[in-house]
């Protein structure tokens, strides 16, 4: 079955230190994108992709980077971690069906930054 | 500025009762709106969707109302079943462009 996952599941790290959360999604969509999930925030975008080699900053961008070099993978890096980059985040990608979209999440990863 | 809001952050209710779960929103050039839903250590999955042309649309015990004029939707669970306990978050966007998301509501069907 197609799927949306993400690795690792949680992660603790240390300011400073540069991050990288994997997603993989086997539907072949072409829409991908990252949201951190925070207590009164809910669902913030940070990056997204449309394709192969398009990226685009989000709402909440900061310190954050992705890269998209094929269709399956959109890995999030944060360069120099900071303690308010502790959340959950999800990768999402997603289809279009008679013009409209749907955006399915994978499990989520738990960063602590200590 | 939350474009989306959910201002309910939790609500209980009796199973075999009605839920009711809101959302309120200020773009109206926002076109397409969803309901997903959050087990905790999981990712949101889709639940409904409506779209502008529609005020209403139903699938199973699911039901989502669109009162464009109030700029709200609102979310109908009947009957309400313990599985249904967990957190539900409202979203919309605007020709095909990013989602944005409430802060969620987090519902308890008590058995």
């Known amino acids: 079955d197609a799927e949306i996952t993400q690795s690792p599941r949680h992660k603790i790290t240390e300011t400073g230190r540069q991050v990288t959360l994997a997603c993989h999604q086997t539907?072949?969509?072409?829409?991908m994108f990252w949201y951190r999930q925070d207590l009164g925030h809910g669902l913030r975008l940070i990056h997204y992709s449309y394709g192969v080699q398009d990226t685009n900053k989000g709402e909440v961008s900061d310190g954050y980077s992705v890269s998209r070099s094929n269709t399956e993978d959109l890995p999030l890096t944060l360069e120099s971690a900071a303690s308010s980059q502790t959340s959950v985040y999800f990768c999402?990608?997603?289809?279009?069906?008679?013009?409209?979209?749907?955006?399915?999440f994978g499990p989520g990863t738990r960063l602590l930054v200590l | 500025d939350q474009q989306v809001k959910q201002n309910s952050p939790s609500l209980s209710v009796q199973e075999g009762r009605i839920s009711i779960l809101n959302c309120d929103y200020t773009n109206s050039m926002f076109d397409y709106f969803l309901w997903y839903k959050k087990y905790p250590a999981e990712g949101p999955t889709f639940l409904i969707s409506i779209s502008s042309i529609k005020d209403k649309n139903e699938d199973g015990r699911f039901t989502v109302f669109l009162n464009k004029s109030a700029k709200h939707l609102s979310l109908h669970i009947v009957p309400s079943q313990p599985g249904d306990s967990a957190v539900y978050f409202c979203a919309a966007s605007f020709f095909g462009n990013q989602f944005y998301f409430g802060t969620g509501t987090s519902l308890t069907v008590i058995p």
């Open positions: 999402a990608s997603s289809e279009v069906l008679a013009g409209k979209e749907t955006q399915y």
């Open positions: 539907w072949n969509h072409n829409n």
